[in-house]
Protein backbone atom coordinates (compact mmCIF):
# COMPACT_ATOMS: atom_id res chain seq x y z
CA UNK A 1 0.00 0.00 0.00
CA UNK A 2 2.89 2.17 0.34
CA UNK A 3 2.77 4.89 -2.66
CA UNK A 4 5.64 4.46 -5.20
CA UNK A 5 4.90 7.21 -6.98
CA UNK A 6 3.11 10.55 -6.74
CA UNK A 7 0.83 12.18 -9.57
CA UNK A 8 -0.34 15.37 -7.65
CA UNK A 9 -3.32 17.69 -8.40
CA UNK A 10 -4.99 20.18 -5.93
CA UNK A 11 -8.69 19.60 -5.26
CA UNK A 12 -10.92 22.51 -5.67
CA UNK A 13 -13.58 24.48 -2.92
CA UNK A 14 -16.09 23.08 -4.25
CA UNK A 15 -15.14 18.90 -3.51
CA UNK A 16 -17.61 18.13 -1.06
CA UNK A 17 -17.87 14.29 -1.18
CA UNK A 18 -18.31 12.14 2.17
CA UNK A 19 -16.92 9.15 2.76
CA UNK A 20 -20.54 7.36 2.53
CA UNK A 21 -21.49 9.38 -0.32
CA UNK A 22 -18.09 8.82 -2.14
CA UNK A 23 -18.61 4.86 -1.56
CA UNK A 24 -21.64 5.37 -2.95
CA UNK A 25 -21.17 6.81 -5.78
CA UNK A 26 -18.33 4.49 -6.49
CA UNK A 27 -20.07 1.88 -5.70
CA UNK A 28 -22.34 2.31 -8.81
CA UNK A 29 -18.70 1.53 -10.91
CA UNK A 30 -17.53 -1.42 -9.07
CA UNK A 31 -14.82 -3.62 -10.04
CA UNK A 32 -16.34 -6.57 -12.78
CA UNK A 33 -13.97 -9.38 -14.55
CA UNK A 34 -13.96 -8.61 -18.68
CA UNK A 35 -16.80 -10.39 -20.15
CA UNK A 36 -15.97 -13.21 -23.21
CA UNK A 37 -15.48 -10.14 -25.86
CA UNK A 38 -14.28 -7.20 -23.74
CA UNK A 39 -10.68 -6.18 -24.17
CA UNK A 40 -10.66 -4.10 -20.59
CA UNK A 41 -12.89 -3.07 -17.86
CA UNK A 42 -12.35 -1.02 -15.04
CA UNK A 43 -13.75 -0.37 -11.73
CA UNK A 44 -13.54 0.05 -7.76
CA UNK A 45 -12.34 -2.38 -5.51
CA UNK A 46 -11.90 -2.55 -2.03
CA UNK A 47 -8.54 -1.11 -1.10
CA UNK A 48 -7.30 -3.90 2.00
CA UNK A 49 -9.61 -6.30 0.29
CA UNK A 50 -13.25 -6.01 2.52
CA UNK A 51 -16.04 -6.64 0.48
CA UNK A 52 -18.16 -3.50 0.60
CA UNK A 53 -15.60 -1.58 1.77
CA UNK A 54 -14.52 0.52 -1.75
CA UNK A 55 -13.07 3.93 0.76
CA UNK A 56 -10.89 3.39 3.70
CA UNK A 57 -11.35 6.39 5.79
CA UNK A 58 -8.65 6.77 8.68
CA UNK A 59 -8.30 10.23 10.27
CA UNK A 60 -10.37 12.15 7.60
CA UNK A 61 -7.82 10.60 4.96
CA UNK A 62 -9.17 8.47 2.40
CA UNK A 63 -7.70 5.75 0.04
CA UNK A 64 -9.49 4.23 -3.40
CA UNK A 65 -8.51 1.63 -5.53
CA UNK A 66 -8.92 1.05 -9.19
CA UNK A 67 -8.97 -2.19 -10.50
CA UNK A 68 -8.36 -2.66 -14.19
CA UNK A 69 -8.31 -5.98 -15.93
CA UNK A 70 -6.94 -6.05 -19.96
CA UNK A 71 -7.03 -8.79 -22.19
CA UNK A 72 -3.40 -9.48 -23.83
CA UNK A 73 -3.75 -10.15 -27.36
CA UNK A 74 -1.22 -9.10 -29.46
CA UNK A 75 -1.87 -7.28 -32.67
CA UNK A 76 0.81 -10.24 -34.68
CA UNK A 77 -1.36 -13.06 -33.37
CA UNK A 78 -4.50 -11.07 -34.98
CA UNK A 79 -3.01 -10.16 -38.06
CA UNK A 80 -1.35 -14.08 -38.65
CA UNK A 81 -5.51 -15.75 -37.91
CA UNK A 82 -6.72 -13.04 -40.21
CA UNK A 83 -4.07 -12.97 -42.93
CA UNK A 84 -4.69 -17.42 -43.21
CA UNK A 85 -8.51 -16.60 -43.21
CA UNK A 86 -8.09 -13.93 -45.66
CA UNK A 87 -5.69 -16.17 -47.85
CA UNK A 88 -8.53 -18.76 -47.71
CA UNK A 89 -10.89 -16.11 -48.88
CA UNK A 90 -9.06 -15.13 -51.69
CA UNK A 91 -8.64 -19.02 -53.07
CA UNK A 92 -12.49 -19.65 -53.02
CA UNK A 93 -13.83 -16.31 -54.08
CA UNK A 94 -10.56 -15.91 -57.11
CA UNK A 95 -9.65 -12.44 -56.04
CA UNK A 96 -8.01 -10.20 -52.96
CA UNK A 97 -10.34 -9.41 -50.35
CA UNK A 98 -11.05 -5.01 -50.44
CA UNK A 99 -10.38 -3.16 -47.56
CA UNK A 100 -13.42 -3.68 -46.07
CA UNK A 101 -13.47 -7.53 -46.30
CA UNK A 102 -9.85 -7.38 -44.19
CA UNK A 103 -10.81 -4.74 -41.68
CA UNK A 104 -14.30 -6.99 -41.27
CA UNK A 105 -12.15 -10.33 -41.30
CA UNK A 106 -9.55 -8.46 -38.67
CA UNK A 107 -12.75 -7.85 -36.39
CA UNK A 108 -13.86 -11.26 -36.54
CA UNK A 109 -10.92 -12.42 -35.82
CA UNK A 110 -10.40 -10.40 -32.35
CA UNK A 111 -13.91 -11.19 -31.19
CA UNK A 112 -13.03 -15.10 -31.87
CA UNK A 113 -9.76 -14.96 -29.88
CA UNK A 114 -11.02 -12.45 -27.19
CA UNK A 115 -11.94 -15.48 -24.60
CA UNK A 116 -8.93 -17.21 -25.20
CA UNK A 117 -6.82 -14.37 -24.61
CA UNK A 118 -4.26 -14.15 -21.01
CA UNK A 119 -5.70 -11.82 -18.73
CA UNK A 120 -3.57 -9.22 -16.58
CA UNK A 121 -5.07 -7.20 -13.50
CA UNK A 122 -3.58 -3.85 -11.85
CA UNK A 123 -4.26 -1.47 -9.30
CA UNK A 124 -4.06 1.84 -9.24
CA UNK A 125 -4.12 3.85 -5.43
CA UNK A 126 -5.81 6.85 -5.14
CA UNK A 127 -5.00 8.84 -1.88
CA UNK A 128 -7.37 11.83 -1.02
CA UNK A 129 -7.26 14.23 1.45
CA UNK A 130 -10.24 16.51 2.03
CA UNK A 131 -8.72 18.67 4.34
CA UNK A 132 -5.77 19.89 2.74
CA UNK A 133 -7.52 19.41 -0.76
CA UNK A 134 -4.61 17.46 -2.22
CA UNK A 135 -5.82 13.97 -4.53
CA UNK A 136 -2.43 11.89 -5.28
CA UNK A 137 -2.37 9.23 -7.42
CA UNK A 138 0.23 6.15 -7.26
CA UNK A 139 1.15 6.11 -11.15
CA UNK A 140 4.60 6.39 -12.68
CA UNK A 141 3.08 7.88 -15.76
CA UNK A 142 0.52 10.98 -16.26
CA UNK A 143 -1.45 8.35 -18.88
CA UNK A 144 -1.94 6.21 -15.89
CA UNK A 145 -3.56 9.32 -13.96
CA UNK A 146 -5.72 10.31 -16.51
CA UNK A 147 -7.25 6.95 -16.60
CA UNK A 148 -7.79 7.21 -12.81
CA UNK A 149 -8.95 10.69 -13.06
CA UNK A 150 -11.59 9.93 -16.13
CA UNK A 151 -12.92 6.28 -14.32
CA UNK A 152 -13.25 8.79 -11.07
CA UNK A 153 -14.92 11.82 -12.51
CA UNK A 154 -17.20 9.14 -14.06
CA UNK A 155 -18.47 7.57 -10.98
CA UNK A 156 -18.81 11.31 -9.48
CA UNK A 157 -20.46 13.16 -12.63
CA UNK A 158 -18.18 15.90 -11.48
CA UNK A 159 -14.30 16.47 -10.23
CA UNK A 160 -13.02 19.97 -9.27
CA UNK A 161 -9.64 19.35 -9.79
CA UNK A 162 -6.77 20.70 -11.46
CA UNK A 163 -2.91 20.46 -11.11
CA UNK A 164 -0.52 22.05 -8.75
CA UNK A 165 1.35 24.82 -10.50
CA UNK A 166 4.36 26.55 -8.24
CA UNK A 167 5.91 29.64 -8.87
CA UNK A 168 9.06 28.41 -9.47
CA UNK A 169 8.90 25.35 -12.34
CA UNK A 170 10.54 22.53 -11.35
CA UNK A 171 13.00 22.20 -13.98
CA UNK A 172 14.65 25.55 -13.44
CA UNK A 173 14.72 24.98 -9.26
CA UNK A 174 16.65 21.53 -9.88
CA UNK A 175 18.91 23.40 -12.39
CA UNK A 176 19.03 26.19 -9.50
CA UNK A 177 20.10 23.70 -7.02
CA UNK A 178 22.67 21.85 -8.99
CA UNK A 179 24.28 24.81 -9.60
CA UNK A 180 24.38 26.05 -6.29
CA UNK A 181 25.31 22.43 -4.86
CA UNK A 182 22.89 22.47 -2.42
CA UNK A 183 18.77 22.06 -1.99
CA UNK A 184 16.12 23.76 0.20
CA UNK A 185 16.56 22.97 4.05
CA UNK A 186 14.09 20.30 3.95
CA UNK A 187 15.62 18.17 1.45
CA UNK A 188 19.06 16.95 0.00
CA UNK A 189 20.24 16.37 -3.07
CA UNK A 190 21.08 12.13 -3.96
CA UNK A 191 22.82 10.57 -6.51
CA UNK A 192 21.23 10.37 -9.69
CA UNK A 193 20.15 13.52 -12.40
CA UNK A 194 19.61 13.89 -16.17
CA UNK A 195 20.57 17.18 -17.45
CA UNK A 196 18.89 18.03 -21.11
CA UNK A 197 20.05 21.02 -23.81
CA UNK A 198 16.93 23.32 -25.15
CA UNK A 199 18.79 22.87 -28.51
CA UNK A 200 16.70 20.56 -31.56
CA UNK A 201 18.93 17.36 -30.70
CA UNK A 202 17.76 18.34 -26.78
CA UNK A 203 21.61 16.39 -26.38
CA UNK A 204 20.72 14.63 -22.78
CA UNK A 205 22.69 13.90 -19.62
CA UNK A 206 22.73 11.11 -16.87
CA UNK A 207 24.08 10.73 -13.80
CA UNK A 208 23.51 7.72 -11.57
CA UNK A 209 24.85 6.55 -7.98
CA UNK A 210 27.55 9.74 -8.89
CA UNK A 211 28.51 12.57 -6.93
CA UNK A 212 26.49 15.61 -8.62
CA UNK A 213 28.39 18.33 -6.38
CA UNK A 214 31.04 18.77 -9.02
CA UNK A 215 32.00 21.24 -11.67
CA UNK A 216 31.37 18.85 -14.32
CA UNK A 217 27.75 19.06 -13.41
CA UNK A 218 27.93 23.02 -13.35
CA UNK A 219 29.78 22.92 -16.33
CA UNK A 220 26.60 21.03 -18.63
CA UNK A 221 24.65 23.49 -16.57
CA UNK A 222 26.84 26.65 -17.92
CA UNK A 223 26.75 25.62 -21.38
CA UNK A 224 22.65 25.39 -21.32
CA UNK A 225 21.51 22.37 -19.89
CA UNK A 226 18.64 22.08 -17.51
CA UNK A 227 17.29 19.51 -15.14
CA UNK A 228 14.20 17.26 -16.08
CA UNK A 229 14.86 14.61 -13.13
CA UNK A 230 17.12 15.21 -9.74
CA UNK A 231 16.97 12.54 -7.09
CA UNK A 232 16.18 14.28 -3.81
CA UNK A 233 15.89 12.70 0.41
CA UNK A 234 13.30 14.78 2.13
CA UNK A 235 14.39 15.07 6.03
CA UNK A 236 15.98 11.60 6.21
CA UNK A 237 12.75 10.04 5.88
CA UNK A 238 11.95 10.02 2.15
CA UNK A 239 14.00 9.25 -0.80
CA UNK A 240 12.25 9.65 -4.53
CA UNK A 241 13.08 11.18 -8.49
CA UNK A 242 11.75 14.69 -9.06
CA UNK A 243 10.63 15.18 -12.30
CA UNK A 244 10.64 18.54 -14.71
CA UNK A 245 6.53 17.66 -14.71
CA UNK A 246 6.27 17.87 -10.82
CA UNK A 247 6.22 13.99 -10.84
CA UNK A 248 7.57 11.96 -8.12
CA UNK A 249 9.08 8.50 -8.85
CA UNK A 250 10.64 6.15 -7.07
CA UNK A 251 9.66 7.11 -3.67
CA UNK A 252 11.02 5.13 -1.12
CA UNK A 253 10.41 5.35 2.59
CA UNK A 254 12.95 4.85 4.98
CA UNK A 255 13.52 2.66 7.57
CA UNK A 256 12.59 5.35 10.05
CA UNK A 257 9.24 5.38 9.03
CA UNK A 258 8.46 1.33 9.13
CA UNK A 259 10.00 1.28 12.48
CA UNK A 260 7.22 4.05 13.40
CA UNK A 261 4.68 1.90 12.02
CA UNK A 262 5.68 -1.37 13.44
CA UNK A 263 4.87 0.80 16.77
CA UNK A 264 1.69 1.87 15.55
CA UNK A 265 0.75 -2.06 15.27
CA UNK A 266 2.57 -3.32 18.76
CA UNK A 267 0.31 -0.57 20.39
CA UNK A 268 -3.10 -2.18 18.56
CA UNK A 269 -3.43 -0.69 15.38
CA UNK A 270 -4.54 -2.28 12.26
CA UNK A 271 -1.40 -2.68 10.28
CA UNK A 272 -3.49 -1.81 7.05
CA UNK A 273 -4.91 1.77 8.90
CA UNK A 274 -0.83 2.17 10.59
CA UNK A 275 1.19 2.74 7.39
CA UNK A 276 -1.91 4.91 5.85
CA UNK A 277 -2.11 7.11 8.68
CA UNK A 278 1.76 7.25 8.31
CA UNK A 279 1.80 7.43 4.99
CA UNK A 280 -0.72 9.95 4.26
CA UNK A 281 0.47 12.24 7.20
CA UNK A 282 4.68 11.72 6.05
CA UNK A 283 3.47 12.99 2.11
CA UNK A 284 1.14 15.62 3.79
CA UNK A 285 4.12 17.54 4.92
CA UNK A 286 6.54 16.69 2.06
CA UNK A 287 4.42 17.73 -0.66
CA UNK A 288 4.01 20.94 1.28
CA UNK A 289 7.91 21.08 1.47
CA UNK A 290 8.08 20.44 -1.94
CA UNK A 291 5.14 23.36 -2.92
CA UNK A 292 7.01 26.00 -0.36
CA UNK A 293 10.75 24.42 -2.12
CA UNK A 294 9.56 25.64 -5.51
CA UNK A 295 7.94 28.98 -4.16
CA UNK A 296 4.47 27.94 -3.09
CA UNK A 297 1.20 27.87 -5.36
CA UNK A 298 0.92 30.43 -8.14
CA UNK A 299 -2.59 31.79 -7.98
Known sequence: MWFRNLQIFRLANEWNFSTDLL???????AFRNCGATE????????PRGNPGELVVAVGG???LALGVEQKLLPGAVVRQYAEERLAALEASQGFPPGRKQAAEMRDLVTLELLPR???KRRLTHLWIDPVGRWLVIDAGSPAKADEAIQQLKDSLDTLPLHLVRTQLSPGAAMTEWLAAGDAPAAFSIDRDCELRASGEERATVRYARHSLDEDEVRSHITAGKSATRLALTWRDRVSFILTEQMQVKRMAFLDIIKEEAGRRVESGDDMFEADFVLMSGELTRLIA???????????
Do not use: C, I
Open 289 to 299: DLVEALGGEAE
Open 61 to 63: QQL
Open 117 to 119: AFV
Open 39 to 46: MQTLGWLP
Open 23 to 29: AERLGRH
